[in-house]
Structures are given as C-alpha cells and as structure tokens.
C-alpha cells in the first residue's frame, strides 16, 4: 500500500471515530452518564450510567460493540448496552443482522438507537 493511500485511510478513520466520539458525549450527557469511564481493566467505557455500561458505535461496527460492551458490562457490574449510531448513507440493514446474533445467543444487551 503506498503512503498517500495510507495516510488518507488513517485520517477517514480518525475522522469518524472523532464524530463517533462526539455523538457519544452529547448523548451521554443527555442522559446523565459518564463519558470516557475507566475501568478496573484500563480499558475505558464510552457512556457510563447508574444501570448501564454503553459502547457507542457506527452501525457497520455492531460486531464491535457487542464484545465491548458486554466486557464493559463485566468490568463495571453493569448491564451492557451499545448505543447503535444509524447513519444516513448505509445501505445495509445492519440493526437486524446484530438483532439476528443478539437474540440467537440470547444476549443480555439493551440497543439505544440514534440516527446520526
């Protein structure tokens, strides 16, 4: 891979996961949670309330967020949850292929939808 090519991946990507960030800290605060909660593990939690531990992500990083948050949900005895950010220019359907895994394993996760 050439470095233009490189350096322009490595910028898209710190791009997103910016506004991801920022989509995160609104919403968080809005319903009164911890933003960037570190735990016991070193490992830091993206919304932190008194009942859940919250993994923000895009829709097409669903399989992310599922492992994150339920390992946020161990790390800080809470329920796990993933705040599912919906994006207007997907063309897939990725909430009912995470809903598909979610509800075949039986998954103890709540889904906080929000269109980007």
């Known amino acids: ?5 490189t350096l322009s991946l490595l910028i ?3 791009t997103a996961y910016s506004a991801e960030r920022d989509i995160n ?3 968080c605060a809005n ?3 911890d933003d960037e909660f570190r735990t016991k593990d070193g490992t830091y939690v993206d919304c932190l309330t008194k009942e859940y531990a919250i993994e923000a ?3 097409y990083k669903w ?3 599922i492992g994150q948050a339920l390992h946020y949900a161990e790390s ?4 796990a949850a993933i705040l599912f950010i919906k994006r207007a220019k997907s063309r897939k359907d990725y909430y009912n292929e995470m809903m598909r895994v979610i509800n075949r ?3 103890p996760i709540k889904i906080f939808v929000i269109e980007e």
């Open 105 to 107: 394993y039986d998954l």
């Open 63 to 65: 399989k992310e967020g």
């Open 76 to 79: 800080t005895d809470k329920k």
């Open 12 to 14: 898209i990507s710190s």
């Open 1 to 5: 891979m050439n470095k233009f090519l």
């Open 25 to 27: 800290k609104v919403w």
């Open 31 to 33: 319903v009164g949670g």
């Open 57 to 59: 992500e895009y829709d």
